[in-house]
């Protein structure tokens, strides 16, 4: 899930690996959120082959971009990028969900949501996954504009209400 703010973007997500039914879990060890370059986080949900091959690509081409422009790509860019990425490969898409979080150049938080071949849209606020379909509603309506104090108990309180149905007991 993330949310955006004036001047941040916040982007958590569990660490377990699951089948899609939920009932068999791989790994309780498994990151959904991957670090692309300075200020940006991509959260990815979906078949993990999937998201592992994305992540690469796309670290690789944060990469090459760097190394050509001698600076860091732009959330806004990245966001780009990673659209026509999913978009080239539409025919047989990356079975994944994805999140993009980061500061925008003016340094004002931005969320972007992804459907599996590259639209996206810029949101204040997204749920993505198994538990998506249960936390974006609770998101939409407690994500007001200028939502600045309380974020993090937002976060956790919004992932509480999934947790009889993972049978998880987490500690925050």
């Not at 978009?87 to 972007?112: H, W």
């Not at 599996?116 to 249960?134: H, L, Q, T, W, Y």
């Amino acid at each position: 899930m993330g949310i955006s703010g004036d001047d941040f973007a916040l982007l958590a997500s569990d660490t377990r690996l699951c089948a899609e039914d939920r009932y068999f879990i791989y790994s309780r060890n498994s990151p959904h959120l991957y670090k692309m370059g300075n200020g940006k986080v991509l959260a990815t949900t979906g078949f993990h082959g999937d998201v592992l091959t994305l992540t690469k690509l796309l670290e690789n081409r944060v990469k090459t971009y760097r190394y050509d422009h001698g600076k860091e790509i732009s959330t806004n860019a990245f966001a780009a990028l990673l659209s026509v990425t999913l978009y080239t490969r539409r025919f047989f898409p990356f079975y994944v969900s994805s999140i993009l979080g980061g500061l925008d150049e003016e340094g004002r938080g931005a969320v972007y949501r992804y459907d599996p071949v590259g639209s996206f849209e810029r949101v204040k606020c997204a749920a993505a996954g198994s538990s998506g379909v249960i936390l974006q509603p609770f998101l939409d309506h407690r994500c007001p504009d200028g939502l600045l104090h309380g974020v993090v108990n937002l976060i956790f309180g919004s992932l509480v209400p999934c947790l009889p149905t993972t049978g998880e007991n987490p500690k925050f």
